[in-house]
């Protein structure tokens, strides 16, 4: 099978390529994958319950209803959607190869919208099914100005900047904010350091880790542990926040484009192309500080005009 355009990934990045492509008449071919990276075609917001930060409804919408509709409208304007993960990927030469789980072909561009998958903690009672999305999430962000949070003693694991910089976030909302780190000092840079220490409504456990989360229908504990003193106790919280990092889905690209030291990918200034020709990323692949919805559809959108551009070119 040979197209002109491929899209990977199944995100608002790669959704608004995909809308913008098949707009262009491209006729795009997006692989949305199937349960890649452990999340259901759609990414992260399939994962999450009301977005209420997304231009357009001032009602708010679910994740996974925001993401429906956006596949609806990129198979209105055309696009071919296949519900399977693109595994393997020859970037060496044009057309560019690939292999998905049934089927291979080729494409003249590329547009990577795989995204990163959050790193969660393998805590008793908030894996899914359980506790999580009940008050416990991995974007504060995202989800630190539901009402269920507002006015609540709310904590954060994590002792990075995105750890304190969401801790501080969650002031604006919860009345008490916990910042519970395995060390006893934190990994952030000074300045953000100074911020969280100095935060009247922030307090660091110290040398802490998160061994349970406890509730019926919602969050209403956390169970800590001193490493230091081995003490246990429950901790009452409405909300709990992990902020040690995300990881990008880039593995099966087999290091054929430019990273940096934590494997998201590297596009050009004012651009989304990688340093192969004909190669564009979009989204939170290669977005490490903004991770928003909104933001990774502002990038699928110029990773569409830009591979618009290359293939008229």
Not at 201 to 213: G, R
Request: include cysteine; glycine fraction near 10%; proline fraction near 4%.
């Amino acid at each position: 099978m040979s197209h002109r355009l491929l899209i990977i990934g199944s995100g608002p990045a790669a959704h608004t390529a995909a809308i913008y492509a098949a707009r262009a008449e491209l006729k795009p071919v997006l692989f949305e994958g199937f349960m890649a990276g452990g999340v259901a075609a759609g990414g992260q917001l399939t994962t999450t319950t009301d977005v209420e930060n997304f231009p357009g409804f001032p009602e708010g919408i679910m994740g996974p209803e925001l993401m429906e509709r956006l596949r609806a409208q990129s198979e209105r304007f055309g696009t071919t959607i296949y519900t399977e993960t693109v595994n393997e990927i020859d970037l060496s030469s044009r057309p560019f190869r690939f292999k998905a789980d049934s089927q291979q072909g080729s494409a003249e561009a590329v547009i990577i919208a795989t995204g990163a998958t959050a790193k969660r903690l393998d805590i008793p009672g908030a894996n899914d099914g359980e506790l999580w999305q009940r008050g416990i999430s991995a974007c504060a962000v995202c989800d630190g100005a539901l009402p269920a949070f507002r006015d609540q003693t709310l904590a954060v694991i994590g002792g990075g900047d995105s750890a304190v910089e969401e801790a501080s976030f969650l002031t604006k909302y919860g009345s008490k904010v916990y910042i519970v780190h395995r060390r006893d000092e934190l990994r952030a840079s000074k300045i953000m350091q100074h911020r969280a220490l100095n935060n009247p409504k922030i307090e660091m456990l110290w040398s802490h880790v998160v061994t349970e989360a406890k509730g019926e229908d919602f969050l209403q504990a956390i169970r800590v542990k001193d490493l230091k003193t081995d003490e246990e106790r429950d901790v009452p919280v409405a909300g709990l926040f992990f902020a040690i990092g995300h990881i990008p889905n880039t593995a099966f690209l087999s290091g054929q484009l430019d990273t940096d030291d934590q494997d998201y990918l590297i596009t050009k200034p004012d651009s989304t192309q990688t340093n192969v020709p004909g190669v564009f990323a979009a989204g939170d692949v290669q977005d490490k500080k903004w991770r928003q919805a909104v933001t990774a559809a502002g990038t699928g959108c110029m990773a569409a005009l830009e591979a618009e551009h290359f293939l008229a070119s």
